[in-house]
């Protein structure tokens, strides 16, 4: 059935698998990806994965820590963007691609936080997503 929660939890989901986009994997062919800001952006960035997964888990579960593990993800996937910037400056990434693909998450995270720190919004995600 299709819920609200149901859908936050996919959206929640989704957001996270976003992260990927940070990754070497997914910069250009012609872009260098070795070294250690690659390495650190990768691994801040499956971090961030992992923890939105866990938290979509925790939706689907109601466990009431969801919430604090969502802003946690989403603190650690705005730390990756610090060396995913850099290296792919460093590394020949077209200026627009990556700082489209920074822009884009650092909106992704606003949009997460206001939902869940803003007291209104908060309240509404509570009653709706968690059923309370």
Not at 53 to 77: D, N
Not at 107 to 115: R, T
Request: charge should be positive.
């Amino acid at each position: 059935m299709w819920t609200i929660r149901t859908m936050g939890a996919i959206a929640l989901l989704l957001a996270g698998s976003t992260w990927l986009w940070t990754t070497p994997a997914f910069a250009g062919q012609k872009v260098a990806t070795g070294g250690a800001l690659w390495w650190l952006a990768g691994l801040l960035s499956l971090v961030t994965i992992v923890g939105f997964c866990v938290a979509t888990v925790a939706v689907f579960a109601r466990q009431p820590w969801w919430e604090a593990m969502t802003l946690a993800s989403a603190a650690v996937g705005l730390i990756a963007l610090v060396p995913y910037g850099i290296a792919a400056a460093r590394g020949g990434e077209s200026t627009g691609a990556w700082v489209w693909n920074a822009v884009v998450h650092v909106l992704i995270l606003a949009g997460i936080a206001a939902l869940l720190l803003v007291p209104v919004l908060e309240r509404w995600v509570d009653h709706h997503v968690m059923g309370r």
